[in-house]
């Protein structure tokens, strides 16, 4: 290791020193005369520490010194790449006061967010002038080089945005500082190489404060009430701003260096875009915890606390490796942009996966409940199986299915994998349907309002997976009055029913009536292919009659099923029964040959005009 290499490292080092200094005394203290406890902890007594007041002067005195190493050391070539970026450090110094103060002033007695969009702003606005915005997006989207009246404006928004990311990081002990040791690193490893000396003074000051606390927040029981607070997350959401925006303008990388920056803040970046987006729509508070945010969805896996940084920081550094590759292979910027989305889609995906998994043995204990000890055969009494074995010699099926105490358990015929492919077969397929049927689905809409001003989408609630209830969509087909005499099946009056409007007749006739139900799909209450979900009403009917109706709680219920195609929609009591026995094939034999087989014949019945 050559001696300008060790000195562009020197301010890790000097921040770790002072950090294992200085956070512990800082807690100590403030445990002992609560002076940094938050107002909720001093009313509860619990010992909560900021420790996150200690990072800007750390790294301030890092800086400082690791500044003025290479002239004190006679190392003058260094110190000349260093000096003319006086006016750039008084900017960052000036910056992270700013909204040190601020977050200091929030931690100890809150801070008004009118303050705070006036502090965001100003430290914002220092980038820009001192001549530090993003140029040039590389073809990013199509866009190359910007105009100042562009890129200066673009940059203060994107400072503004990640400032605001760490701070809602929330809820776990060294989340904050553990994604921003991913971020520094990344940009220290890759600053060295592109020879800019002060991004490298900052990544190396920032990350030698960053890295233990992160650590020792999380395997130091002494630590464990330890939070890095508003005073720490603002000051490193400004640093990371400033490192982003410098190694965009990277001249000795590649000119994707812009993905490379995307890839390692790209996790937390789109958890923060959804999070806004839900706040805004549900007009709460941006400080409440999110059950939906990345770190709080791990913590429903079940997944130990302590494991939740390494877990994000492991997920992060694929991100970086993977955008890292694609720029040095020359991938164009918006195919790693695609890449991207897809690898935070599965990750996404198999995280719900482990949360459906765990939230599915609340279902379990509620089957012991119903049915006994042995949690998946049902111990069914005699007079009801009697019951059944009457209504199948009925309706001709052989009553070798029945056996004399009990009903075999029927389990799911797809194991995990084909689970999780065809959940993600259904969200890719039902968003492009949804784009492509929009044109149909507004033109239905409004066909239904004009033609008798009622509301134009039926919802009601039905049963699905696990046994929880759920909102499905349709195109209203029948009169607002329907159903003012109490539940009735829709099918029970046929193609001549009364309660059908004239639009809603040609609808249903067409099968125009489901396509609401994609966004069901889209979200996951549906697949396409399943079961036919039905209302709780129904449900306890048939369950006198057939209890194993509750095996159908294993999976999502569908659009289509294959007892739709054999046995056509249901009007009767006896045709559920009926459908409940193909449902129950299904749920046994279900694949993905199946899954195509039952959709190619709901399409084939559909354009042929069958009846069902």
């Known amino acids: 290791m050559n001696l300008e290499l060790l000195i562009e490292i020197t301010p890790f080092f000097i921040s770790v020193l002072l950090g294992l ?31 996150g007041v200690t990072f800007f002067p750390i790294i301030l005195i890092a ?66 002038a001192t001549g530090l915005w993003i140029h040039d997006l590389h073809g990013l989207f199509g866009i190359g080089e910007l105009s100042p009246y562009v890129g200066m404006p673009l940059t ?26 991913i971020m520094l690193f990344t940009f220290l490893v890759f600053s060295t190489y592109d020879e800019s000396t002060l991004i490298s003074f900052v990544s190396a000051a920032t990350l030698g404060v960053t890295l ?29 701003s400033y490192h982003t925006v410098g190694m965009s303008q990277s001249t000795y990388m590649p000119e994707g260096m812009l993905m490379i920056c ?29 059950r939906n945010q990345f770190n709080h969805m791990l913590i429903r896996t079940g997944m130990p606390r302590k494991m939740i940084p390494l877990t994000v920081v492991c ?33 996404r995906l198999v ?36 019951r059944k074995a009457e209504t199948y010699g009925a309706l001709g099926f052989p009553s070798d299915k029945m056996t004399e105490n009990a009903v075999e358990f029927i389990a799911d015929g797809m194991n995990r994998f084909e689970r999780g492919m065809k959940r993600a077969v259904d969200l890719v397929v039902s968003a492009f349907c949804l784009v492509v049927f929009s044109p149909l689905m507004l033109l239905s809409y409004i066909l239904i309002k004009l033609d008798d001003g009622g509301p134009a989408i039926y919802k009601q609630e039905r049963m699905g997976r696990f046994g929880r209830p759920f909102t499905i969509y349709k195109f209203r087909s ?6 003012q005499q109490g539940p009735t099946l829709s099918h029970a009056g046929g193609d001549d029913d009364p309660r059908l409007t004239k639009v809603g007749k040609f609808l249903r006739a067409n099968h125009l009536d489901e396509l609401p139900q994609l966004w069901n799909v889209f979200i996951g209450d549906m697949a396409f292919i399943g079961y036919r979900p039905e209302r709780k009403f129904y449900i306890d009917q048939i369950m006198e009659e057939d209890p194993r109706y509750a095996f159908l709680y294993q999976i999502r219920p569908g659009v289509t099923s294959y007892a739709t195609l054999y046995n056509g929609y249901t009007d009767t009591m006896e045709k559920m029964i009926r459908r409940l026995e193909l449902d129950l094939y299904y749920l046994g034999h279900r694949s993905w040959w199946l899954d195509c087989k039952i959709l190619s014949l709901t399409f084939l019945s559909i354009i042929f005009g069958k009846k069902f």
Not at 225 to 237: A, F, K, M, Q, R
Not at 266 to 290: G, K
């Open 21 to 51: 200094l200085v956070i512990p005394n800082m807690r100590l203290a403030a445990t002992e005369k609560k002076v940094f406890l938050p107002k909720k902890a001093e009313e509860t007594g619990n010992s909560l520490m900021i420790g």
């Open 63 to 128: 800086l400082c010194i690791s500044i003025s190493l290479p002239n004190m050391l006679g190392l003058y070539e260094l110190y000349a790449k260093v000096e003319p970026t006086a006016m750039r450090i008084m900017q960052l110094v000036v910056g992270c006061s700013i909204l040190f103060v601020t977050g200091l002033k929030d931690d100890l007695n809150g801070t008004r967010g009118g303050v705070k969009i006036i502090a965001f702003c100003a430290a914002a606005f220092m980038f820009p």
């Open 156 to 181: 203060v928004l994107l400072t503004l945005y990640i400032t605001m990311m760490f701070s809602l990081q929330d809820g776990i002990n060294g989340m904050s500082s553990g994604i921003a040791s």
């Open 212 to 240: 233990p606390f992160c650590l020792v927040s999380l395997f130091h029981k002494r630590w464990h009430n330890t939070l890095t607070g508003n005073s720490g997350t603002y000051v490193l959401g400004y640093l990371i």
């Open 262 to 290: 995307l890839g390692v803040l790209f996790m937390p970046m789109i958890d923060t875009l959804r999070l806004l987006r839900s706040r805004v729509m549900e007009s709460r508070t941006l400080d409440r915890p999110d």
């Open 315 to 347: 997920l992060m550094a694929a991100f970086v490796v993977m955008n890292t590759i694609g720029v040095f292979s020359h991938w164009s910027p918006n195919i790693l942009l695609v890449l991207d989305i897809s690898l935070w889609i599965i990750i």
């Open 351 to 386: 995280i719900r996966h482990f949360i459906h998994e765990r939230e599915s043995r609340g279902f379990y204990r509620e089957w012991e409940k119903a049915y006994g000890e042995d949690s998946w055969y049902a111990n069914i009494p005699h007079e009801t199986l009697q």
């Open 478 to 483: 029948m009169r607002v009055d329907a159903e």
